[in-house]
């Protein structure tokens, strides 16, 4: 492991960071406008974003100028190094403004400060892997600049600080093919443009062109342009943060549901593809095996939650009522959330509605919600938390194990019932005319195993921390699908700050895991790795 090599791409990342950090530290000192300078200047997230921006653009600069030989030194093993442990400092850097803000809200004691750093490393994390999981008990309380850097991690963390680095510095190394792999599973930029950089700034390009039509489409349906630059960031890298308490839900507009609807579904979907179908070329698409699963699942799931909720309604008061919540309802205020549960989902075409956008959320792992799921059915519950193993498309910004794999571990369990009766059969895997080498389907199996390991993994450790089974479980998938809000304690309409400091930082590993798809991460752990 040449050690130059990493501190080199890592100063061009913080150099990148510095700069991006000038947006929101631009909307704060413009929401403080009306005050004197003194006072923009003594505001806890001015003094964050400052802190951030000197630290990655001077020190970002010290490394690049120190180490900049280490550009010709790269292999695969730094660009794993540089994506796993770029991810964990990026986000350290990203977090301070949060952190200044959360210790001068809740004291400058110990504990409040280890708990203030915490809380604010747990969210930017959540943000940057696109999960969506948050510890802010009062969203709308929060100053818009640090809304903003929520949803602005969400946006960079969807298509990958690295690929934004190599757009803006082309010569990042020999390696920035393997960093690129190692935040776009499935992505292969050799199909697509000979060079790496030009199929990077690609995908960035179709990636913002969906975010600015989104915008405009949710601007015009009656949000405010901040509101819909946030929510816009958040759907396309399928995050999930609002600048709502209650989410979409508080947007009483079916115009808002259904265009978030159409593009958690568009970032659900293979970006390669997007950019195929722009050009014309709609055959690909429609052709591609991956992407027709993907739509049958979403279709089923869809069908069966309608059904559901069309023909039962809501789970039984008393049922409903004893799902865990960390903060319980009175009786009042529990009958008056039921009967506005209920309205949500009378007559048939609110169903569609609300099970449209709530599988959809869930399936892309995007983690948006207009309803509390936890008072739906307990089939219902299940087939959510089934469907968050799935995710999205290979190459898209979506979370969980991704429908190729899916498939492909279907096509060897089934393949392998068929030797079984036919021992001499020759049957390799094939997805569509291609047939599946046999490493990859050996990493494929091997990345399902991993992935369900740590997800039992992480549910029994989260035992020791929740009071509650259901809770433990819904915080490993929400957390390692990257999807945000599970089921009882973290269901819709709860949160995450409850849960212990512990808790927290097993949940942030998760999330790394999860988002950079655990042999990134994992490798680190090898001694191996680490020798010159």
Avoid at 55 to 75: K, M
Avoid at 279 to 293: L, S
Avoid at 376 to 384: G, M, Q, T, Y
């Amino acid at each position: 492991m040449r050690k130059s090599a990493i501190l080199f791409a890592i100063g061009k990342l913080m150099q990148v960071l510095g700069g991006v950090l000038l947006v929101p530290l631009g909307i704060a000192v413009w929401d403080y406008r009306a005050h004197e300078v003194a006072r923009i200047a003594a505001a806890p997230e001015v003094i964050g974003f400052v802190c951030s921006i000197l630290i990655s653009l001077i020190l970002g600069t010290i490394l690049v100028v120190l180490f900049r030989r280490g550009r010709e030194l790269q292999g695969a093993r730094e660009g794993y190094a540089i994506v796993a442990l770029g991810w964990i400092w990026m986000t350290f850097l990203s977090c301070l403004p949060l952190f200044f803000y959360l210790t001068d809200v809740n004291g400058m004691s110990f504990d409040h400060v280890i708990a203030g750093f915490t809380d604010a490393y747990f969210e930017i994390m959540s943000g940057f892997t696109t999960t969506g999981a948050t510890i802010l008990t009062d969203i709308e309380a929060v100053p818009r600049s640090l809304l903003f850097l929520r949803s602005l991690a969400h946006w960079l963390g969807g298509m990958g600080i690295i690929t934004l680095a190599i757009v803006i510095f082309p010569s990042m190394g020999v390696t920035a093919y393997q960093m690129f792999r190692g935040e776009v599973p499935g992505a292969r930029p050799d199909k697509l443009r000979p060079r790496l950089s030009q199929t990077v700034s690609i995908l960035w390009g179709v990636y913002g062109l969906f975010t600015a039509v989104e915008t405009v489409l949710l601007w015009a349906g009656g949000m405010t342009l901040f509101e819909a630059v946030c929510h816009a960031f958040a759907t396309m890298a399928t995050g999930g943060f609002s600048t709502m308490n209650n989410s979409i839900a508080a947007y009483g507009s079916d115009f808002i549901h259904w265009v978030i609807i159409f593009f958690m579904y568009l970032a659900g979907v293979n970006f390669l593809l997007h950019f195929r179908a722009l050009r014309g070329d709609f055959e690909t698409m429609y052709r591609n095996r991956e992407f027709v699963f993907y739509n049958g699942v979403i279709a089923v799931g869809i069908i069966l939650v309608t059904s559901v909720l069309y023909f039962h309604g809501l789970a039984p008061k008393e049922i409903a009522v004893d799902h865990f919540r960390h903060d319980r309802m009175s009786a009042l205020e529990f009958d008056d959330h039921y009967a506005n549960q209920e309205a949500e989902i009378d007559g048939l075409y609110s169903c569609i509605r609300t099970a449209a956008f709530q599988v959809v959320a869930i399936v892309t792992t995007t983690g948006f919600a207009t309803a509390d799921f936890d008072m739906w059915p307990d089939l219902v519950r299940f087939l959510l938390v089934f469907f968050m193993f799935f995710g999205g498309c290979l190459g898209s910004t979506g979370g969980g194990m991704k429908m190729l794999r899916i498939m492909i571990v279907f096509k060897v369990a089934w393949n392998q019932l068929r030797k079984m009766t036919q021992p001499r059969l020759v049957a390799p895997v094939k997805v569509g005319d291609q047939v599946i080498d046999d490493d990859r389907v050996v990493n494929i199996v091997a990345f399902f195993i991993l992935f369900t390991g740590l997800f039992i993994m992480t549910g029994f450790l989260m035992t020791f921390f929740v009071p509650d089974l259901t809770t433990a479980v819904a915080c490993s998938i929400a957390t390692i699908g990257n999807i945000g809000p599970g089921l009882a304690g973290i269901g819709a309409t709860e949160n995450y700050a409850w849960i212990p400091l512990p808790g927290k930082w097993i949940l942030v590993i998760s999330m790394l895991l999860g988002r950079l798809e655990i042999f990134t991460v994992l490798i680190m752990f090898r001694p191996s790795v680490w020798r010159k």
